[in-house]
């Protein structure tokens, strides 16, 4: 993980704040916890990382170290985060009153991974740039982000960005590969899927997961063979957040293949989207992407997922002739 040891040689002279920004699903999160691991580790190896037996990391592996704190949408309570509840919010960031004003307990560093903070709303984005603005020397903050773009440049402007990207074709196919199990042609059409992204590649090749996505490509696909009420009813049998970023990803294939391109994302419905793309036209497909991409501001609390998934699959159908 060359991103981990880059990180690891700045150890000694890590900023009171560091931006951990790039797309989603390639393990921004597990970076950050990694390194916050390591920094927490009393008798770090030579590289810098942890070691894993030291009693720091042994709390921390329980999630009980006292220098460490992770700010997340609704909180380490897992019953409001199942009330989705989707911002970091003010009383989070005020929780750390007491932890930033003491010193660590262990007499080293105090590390907050915000993580995603872009889930920061208004008032606790205001809270924690305070605690940006006034330094306490032996904290180190690790915001994590997949759209650092929506972070308020105030907060931005605060921290050293740190910039991670997705990795090599090869290496995430080995690495899928050898984590999932996948065959090689299988961790090609999971990757393709992903866009490049591992991680999310790895969760799209989880069985549950897998089921689904194929529901949703097969759904997708036979519109408008089958009635879009049809697909309704087998689409509305997972949540929004599953089946919109494949649609989304389903219209940016059909606008490509449209445009004479060949499809990114599902280059085996390379026929499928051929034929599609014959009784459509680009400015068609254009508008819906659009309207696709205001929908997913929504996408976790769809008023109606169901009337929801039936309008957005009429809109899609009507795209065709
Ligand atoms: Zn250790």
């Known amino acids: 993980m060359p991103s981990l040891q880059r990180l690891l040689a700045m150890r000694a002279e890590l900023p009171h704040a560091l931006l951990l920004f790039g797309p989603s699903g390639i393990g921004k999160s597990a970076l950050a916890m990694r ?30 170290h006292p220098d460490f704190r992770r700010l997340v949408p609704g909180g380490d309570d ?11 919010k003010i009383g989070q960031v005020r929780a750390l009153g007491d932890f930033l004003s003491v010193g660590g307990h262990r007499g080293g560093r105090k590390i907050v991974v915000v993580d995603p903070a872009d889930a920061l709303n208004v008032p606790a984005a205001n809270a924690l740039l305070k605690t940006l603005e006034e330094p306490t020397g032996e904290t180190v903050f690790l ?5 650092h773009d929506a972070l308020p440049a105030t907060i931005r402007s605060r921290c050293v960005g740190f910039p991670l990207t997705l990795p090599a074709r090869d ?46 490509v097969k759904t997708v696909a036979q519109i408008p063979d089958n009635s879009s ?3 309704a009813e087998a ?40 034929r599609l793309a014959q009784s459509t036209a680009l400015p068609r497909v ?11 501001a929504a996408v976790d609390h ?20």
């Not at 915001?143 to 759209?147: D, E, F, K, N």
């Not at 769809?302 to 002739?321: H, I, K, Q, S, V």
Request: proline content about 7%.
């Open 143 to 147: 915001l994590v982000s997949g759209r």
């Open 35 to 64: 390194l916050a691991n390591a920094l927490l580790c009393e008798l770090p190896g030579p590289d810098g990382d942890a070691c894993g037996r030291c009693p720091a990391c042994g709390w921390f592996g329980q999630g009980s």
């Open 235 to 274: 689409l509305a049998t997972v949540p929004a957040r599953a089946w919109l970023p494949l649609l989304q990803a389903w219209v940016t294939d059909l606008g490509r293949v449209v445009a004479g391109a060949a499809p990114r994302r599902f280059p085996e419905q390379r026929d499928r989207l051929a």
């Open 286 to 296: 254009a508008k819906f992407a659009e309207w696709l991409m205001q929908q997913t």
């Open 171 to 216: 290496e995430a196919h080995r690495w899928l590969q050898a984590s999932t199990g996948a065959g090689p042609e299988e961790a090609d059409a999971w990757l393709a899927a992903a866009g490049g992204a591992p991680l999310r590649a790895a969760t799209l090749a989880e069985p549950a997961q897998a089921a689904a996505y194929r529901l949703i």
């Open 302 to 321: 769809p008023l109606n997922p169901r009337l929801f998934c039936e309008d957005a699959l009429l809109r899609y159908r009507a795209l065709f002739g």
């Open 229 to 231: 009420i049809q697909a």
């Open 78 to 88: 897992d019953e409001a985060r199942e009330k989705a509840s989707l911002e970091i």
